[in-house]
């Protein structure tokens, strides 16, 4: 059983373009954390997704920020119009469904590096 | 002041000693999780516990729910322990996690 995957592990983007970061959570687990570490900084909440549904998008920042997680397929992170402050390592996390709104452990993917020149 | 509160932020041990890292939070919470990050980068769940105490080889989680509080500790420390230790608290339901600053150790032979 694969654990999370992220891809890229690194990302270089220019001022103004788009960044895309993808996340494939374990097998058999539907739901989808996003968590942004700035430098010397604590992680941050971003957004929690299930299949094809935005759960909690609290810590996104309100514009050029977006994320889905679609029937099939990966979970997208995508950032347009990036700035040097985008600059980060962007985690995702998964954990398996969970009934009666019980806490799970989360499992992380190996982050993706975010460097916008 | 923030949600989760880690002690100490830095922490340097000779090999073999018994580490402790605090974590005190002020919310309610339905569980803590300890994490750890290497120093390249990736992250790895340690535990979670909701109370009590969790075992793990050399590692030992324990929760006061009633204080608030939760210590990891390490047995016969090794420099490969040398990471950092992130407390994180999260509600239930969808509660997003909080996460605490961290606990940089190094351990060294």
Not at chain 1, 15 to 38: D, F, I, N, T
Not at chain 1, 86 to 103: E, L, V
Not at chain 2, 98 to 106: D, E, H
């Amino acid at each position: 059983n694969a654990g999370v995957m992220q891809n890229p592990r690194h990302l270089v983007r220019r001022r103004g373009q788009e960044a895309r970061l993808r996340c494939s959570p374990m097998k058999g687990h539907s739901h989808v954390y996003w968590y942004r570490q700035l430098p010397e900084e604590g992680l941050k909440f971003m957004v929690y997704l299930q299949k094809e549904n935005i759960i909690d998008e609290s810590g996104m920042p309100k514009e050029r920020f977006s994320a889905e997680f679609p029937k099939e397929g990966p979970s997208i992170l995508r950032i347009q119009q990036v700035v040097r402050g985008d600059s980060a390592a962007y985690f995702c996390a998964s954990s398996p469904p969970r009934p009666g709104g019980r806490s799970y452990e989360q499992y992380f993917g190996p982050g993706t590096r975010l460097t916008v020149t | 002041k923030n949600e989760v509160e880690q002690s100490p932020q830095n922490l340097t041990a000779q090999e073999g000693e018994f580490i402790t890292i605090n974590c005190s939070y002020s919310v309610g919470i339905s569980a803590l999780h300890w994490l750890q990050q290497h120093p390249g980068g990736g992250i790895v769940s340690l535990f979670m516990l909701s109370s009590g105490k969790k075992k793990h080889g050399r590692l030992i989680a324990t929760i006061n729910i009633q204080e608030k509080h939760s210590s990891l500790h390490i047995t016969a420390s090794h420099p490969r322990d040398s990471a950092v230790y992130i407390c994180a608290v999260g509600g239930s339901g969808n509660t997003p996690l909080v996460f605490g600053k961290g606990t940089r150790l190094s351990v060294i032979a």
